[in-house]
C-alpha cells in the first residue's frame, strides 16, 4: 500500500475527544482503563488513520496566501462534487444548483424537517437508530416512530416493510429518514430493498431525507445506491446528505452539502437553513474537500476500504469464534459492529453495564449501544490498524468474555 494505516496515531492532546474526553461526559464517554492498560479507542465515529495526503497540501496551499475574508463556494468545489457523485455513484445529471451547502448532516436534516413538518409532527425512523436522529429530532419537537430492523435467517438487517407501511398510515406520517449505509449495523442497501421503501414512501406521500454521510465506506463486494436513483419519483422526493468528513475523517473542519433536485424543496431548504445565520462555510473545509475529491483521494479510500474490509472480516470471524453467546451481523458498510450481548449475559448472569466497563478497564474503549435503541448492545468502531483490532479481541477474550 502506499499510504500508512498499520502505525498507531498518537492522537492525545490534539483535539480528539476520542482520546482525550474519557470519563468526562457521563452515558457517553467510556472511562479511562486502570492502570497497566493503553487505551484501544473503539467508540467515538471518527478513525484513527492519518487522512489523504492531499487534503492537508490542498490547505496549505491555501494557507500560503495570507488573507482569509469573506468569499463564496468556487466553482472548483461544486466540479469536484459532481465529478465525485458522478464517478463514484452513477449520478447524472447533477449541476450546481442542486448542491447546497450544510454545516452538518443533522443541521440539514432538520432544515428538511423544517419545511416538511411542524412542531410535533411523527418523523419515521428505522431502529437501531443513529442517537445523532434521536437527540435532534426529540430537542426540536419532532416525535419519532421506530420501526424496527430485523434479522433474516442469515443474520442480514433487513426493513419490515408491512410495520413500516401500517406506522405511516397509522400516524399520519409526512417526513421519514433513511440511513444509507445504515449506522450502526452496517447495512448497505440493495437497489431492490431502496425501491421498494421508495415505493411505500410515494404511496403515502412522505418525504425522505436520507443521510448518506457513510456512502464512501461501503466494504468489498458492495456498492452504494443512492436514494435518488432508484426512480424518478425518489429524485424529486429526497434530500440527500453527504460529506467528505466521514471519509476522509475530517469531522473537526465542518462541512457538509445536501442534493436536491426538487426546485420547491432545494428552495425552501435553503431558506429554512439560512434563518440562524450561521450556516455558512470555512474557506478550509472547502478546500479540504476539493483536496479529498482528487484522484490522490480516491486512491487513498480505496486503499481504507480494504483495510476496513479486513478488519471486520478479522473482528466478526473472531467474535463468531470465540465469544458464544454475543450475535453481530457482519457489516456491509462503515466501519461499525453493533454487538448484541443478550445471550451471553443472560448465559453469565452479567448486565451490560458490567460487560461495558469489564471492556473499559482493560482498554477496550467500546461505546453504549443504548442510545442507539439496542436494549443489550455495544458499539464498536473498527478504524484503527489491524494490529490494534487483534489486541482489542484478545483482551476482551482474556478479561470479558471468558467462559
Known amino acids: 500500500m502506499k499510504h500508512d494505516f498499520t502505525s498507531i496515531m498518537d492522537r492525545r492532546g490534539r483535539d480528539a475527544i476520542a482520546v482525550d474526553a474519557l470519563g ?36 496549505q496551499a491555501r494557507i500560503e496566501h495570507p488573507a482569509f475574508g469573506y468569499f463564496n463556494p468556487s466553482d472548483a468545489y461544486f466540479d469536484a462534487i459532481i465529478r465525485w457523485q458522478t464517478e463514484r455513484n452513477g449520478v447524472s445529471g ?34 437501531p437508530t443513529y442517537m445523532g436522529f434521536t437527540g435532534a429530532l426529540g430537542n426540536n419537537g419532532y416525535d419519532i416512530v421506530h420501526s424496527p430492523l430485523v434479522l433474516d435467517e442469515n443474520q442480514v438487517w433487513r426493513m419490515d416493510y408491512e410495520d413500516m407501511e401500517r406506522k405511516l398510515a397509522e400516524n399520519h406520517i409526512h417526513a421519514a429518514i433513511l440511513c444509507s449505509p445504515h449506522n450502526p449495523c452496517g447495512r448497505v442497501w440493495e437497489r431492490w430493498e431502496l425501491e421498494r421503501a421508495m415505493e411505500l414512501f410515494q404511496k403515502y406521500d412522505v418525504f425522505v431525507i436520507s443521510d448518506e454521510i457513510w456512502s464512501d465506506l461501503t ?57 440562524s445565520h450561521y450556516n455558512s462555510m470555512n474557506v478550509l473545509s472547502m478546500h479540504a474537500l476539493i483536496g479529498a475529491y482528487q484522484p490522490e483521494g480516491v486512491q487513498w479510500l480505496e486503499e481504507l476500504r480494504q483495510v476496513l474490509t ?90 470479558v468474555f471468558v467462559p
Open 24 to 59: 468526562s461526559l457521563p452515558g457517553f464517554s467510556p472511562q479511562p482503563p486502570k492502570e497497566g492498560f493503553d487505551l484501544i479507542p473503539m467508540w467515538v465515529a471518527d478513525m484513527n488513520f492519518p487522512t489523504a495526503p492531499s487534503i492537508p497540501a490542498a490547505i
Open 219 to 275: 466494504l468489498a463486494g458492495h456498492k452504494h445506491i443512492p436514494t435518488q436513483s432508484v426512480s424518478e419519483d425518489a429524485r424529486n422526493r429526497t434530500a440527500a446528505f453527504y460529506a467528505p468528513s466521514k471519509t476522509f475523517n475530517l469531522a473537526g473542519l465542518v462541512g457538509s452539502y445536501h442534493i436536491v433536485y426538487n426546485k420547491w424543496l432545494q428552495d425552501r431548504m435553503e431558506k429554512e437553513s439560512s434563518l
Open 310 to 399: 479486513e478488519n471486520v472480516d478479522y473482528a466478526w470471524r473472531y467474535i463468531t469464534e470465540h465469544f458464544e453467546g454475543i450475535q453481530v451481523s457482519k457489516p456491509e458498510g462503515t466501519y461499525m459492529l453493533f454487538l448484541d450481548c443478550a445471550g451471553w449475559c443472560e448465559a453469565h448472569g452479567k448486565t451490560v453495564d458490567e460487560v461495558q466497563k469489564a471492556g473499559w478497564e482493560v482498554g477496550v474503549g467500546w461505546q453504549d449501544g443504548r442510545a442507539f435503541h439496542g436494549p443489550c448492545h455495544i458499539r464498536m468502531n473498527l478504524a484503527v490498524p489491524l494490529s490494534r483490532v487483534q489486541e482489542a479481541m484478545e483482551r476482551l477474550s482474556r478479561y
Open 94 to 127: 447533477l449541476t450546481r444548483d442542486c448542491i447546497g451547502y450544510e454545516n452538518g448532516v443533522l443541521g440539514g436534516v432538520l432544515s428538511a424537517l423544517g419545511v416538511l413538518c411542524s412542531k410535533g409532527d411523527m418523523v419515521l425512523v428505522h431502529s
